[in-house]
């Protein structure tokens, strides 16, 4: 995608959502933290009604050593590998607390060193807490930049990467809640909504489909599920 394009690109999403946010739950930076690394392979929905009652009780670390692996687990039980999770917040709340005075590090190399963090968690906690201008490359961020041409790759650390350099002001803080939205509720993947797409005449990919109720271009199809399957990052 040009230059222009992709200012443009921006520019209609921005417009049509000024203050994007995460739709994940959370009160404070160490909430945001907790939520995150739960939702791993769920859903914000999913994770939101878990988290609801938890974040009552639980504020910060040490409320969460204090509530304990079992009582995290009754909180969470619902959410998809529920037992790993305990595990991995309850460490990261340990370490919070032993090496951080109980607060979340801002920075990726500390976020990353902690049980259940990984690159795509980091840049999300670095960007809506502190932020940054970090790319948090999920399921939905590879399919629409690489269906557009925005930012091809074949891996979220090649995705992330063409992003990094493609994105420019003012929307470098903004744009993966932007890319986030526009994958759930319109470039969805099974059926890109192209039909009513804002950014249609911008975007590069030949399969798109635009008229309601048809169905996708086989080859296109094929191609966008094939790189669906490319290895997620780590949460
Ligand atoms: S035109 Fe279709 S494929 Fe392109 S961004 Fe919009 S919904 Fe996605």
């Known amino acids: 995608m040009k230059k222009a394009d992709i200012f443009e690109f921006f520019r209609r999403l921005a417009e049509a959502n ?12 160490y909430q ?23 974040f009552q009780i639980v504020k910060t670390p040490q409320d969460m050593l204090d509530l304990g692996e079992e009582g ?8 998809g590998l529920f037992n790993s999770k305990a595990k991995n917040v309850m460490a990261m709340a340990e370490i919070l607390v032993r090496e951080h005075g109980g ?6 190399d500390a976020l990353t060193a902690l049980p259940g963090v990984g690159r ?9 807490a502190f932020g ?42 903004g744009a993966h809640h932007w890319l986030i939205l526009h994958g759930r509720y319109v470039c969805k993947a099974r059926t890109p ?7 249609v005449d911008l975007c590069a990919f030949k399969g798109k489909v635009l008229v309601k109720g ?20 780590k949460a």
């Open 214 to 233: 048809a169905k996708p271009a086989a080859a296109a199809r094929g191609k966008a599920a094939g790189r669906n399957k490319a290895k997620e990052s």
């Open 72 to 79: 995290l687990k009754e909180h969470i039980k619902t959410i």
């Open 193 to 199: 909504e192209c039909w009513h797409c804002g950014v």
């Open 120 to 128: 795509k968690t980091a840049n999300v906690v670095m960007n809506c």
């Open 103 to 108: 607060e979340v590090p801002a920075d990726r």
């Open 132 to 173: 940054a201008e970090t790319f948090a490359v999920d399921t939905h961020i590879f399919r629409v930049g690489n269906r557009t041409g925005l930012a091809r790759g074949k891996t979220p650390l090649a995705v992330e990467k063409a992003l990094d350099k493609n994105v420019p002001q003012p929307f470098r803080v």
């Open 18 to 29: 000024p203050a994007p946010e995460t739709e994940l739950e959370y009160g404070n930076v």
């Open 32 to 54: 945001l933290l907790v939520a995150v690394t739960l939702s791993a392979q769920a859903t914000d929905v999913g994770v939101n009604k878990a988290t609801r009652r938890l």
